[in-house]
C-alpha cells in the first residue's frame, strides 16, 4: 500500500513539473513513477504491489483480446447468411469466493458478446451464463475456468 500511495505521489509530482493538468499527465507520471519505483523495489521491500499491477495489466490485455474475439465472432454471423449460433446455458463451477470477484467475474463475462450471467447458486458456487456459440460444452467451461476467472483472481489475490 505504501507503494502505491509513493506512486500516486510521484504522479502528482510529474503533473506539477510538467505543468500541465490533465489525464494524459498523470498516468505518464504514473507509469514513469512505477517504473522508478520497480527498479527501487528492494528498498521498499514491497513486490506484492508490482505483481498486482502487472497481473491486472494481464487481465486487462487479456479481456480486451477476449473482447475484440467476441465482437468478431459475433460480427461475422450478423453479417453472413447462415446462422453459427449453438446457443447453451452453462454452470461454471466457481472458484472465486468473495461477492466482489463472484460480481466482477459476472459483470466482465457479461461485457463480453455472446455471453451473459444469469444467476448464481443459492451456495455461490456456481455461476449459470447463456452463451451464443458453445461447440463443445465442457470445453467452454475449461476457457471461463482457466481464462476470465484463473486471471481476474489473480489480479484480485
Known amino acids: 500500500m505504501r507503494s502505491f500511495l509513493l506512486n500516486i505521489l510521484l504522479a502528482f509530482n510529474w503533473v506539477l513539473l510538467y505543468g500541465e493538468i490533465n489525464a494524459k499527465t498523470f498516468f505518464e507520471g504514473f507509469f514513469i513513477s512505477f517504473f522508478l519505483l520497480y527498479l527501487a523495489k528492494d528498498i521498499?521491500?514491497?513486490d506484492k504491489y508490482f505483481s498486482k499491477i502487472i497481473n491486472w495489466?494481464?487481465?486487462?490485455?487479456?479481456?480486451i483480446k477476449e473482447l475484440i474475439k467476441a465482437n468478431l465472432i459475433v460480427g461475422y454471423d450478423i453479417i453472413t447468411p447462415k446462422d453459427y449460433m449453438q446457443p447453451a446455458i452453462l454452470a461454471i463451477p466457481l472458484d472465486a469466493k468473495t461477492d466482489i470477484e463472484i460480481t466482477l467475474l459476472a459483470n466482465f463475462i457479461t461485457l463480453t458478446p455472446g455471453t451473459l450471467s444469469l444467476d448464481i447458486s443459492d451456495d455461490r458456487k456456481t455461476l449459470y451464463i447463456h452463451a451464443m456459440y458453445v461447440d463443445n460444452p465442457d470445453k467452454f467451461k475449461l476457457e471461463i475456468k482457466n481464462g476470465i476467472e484463473k486471471k481476474l483472481l489473480e489480479a484480485l489475490r
Open 44 to 46: 521498499f521491500n514491497d
Open 57 to 63: 495489466m494481464k487481465f486487462l490485455f487479456y479481456f
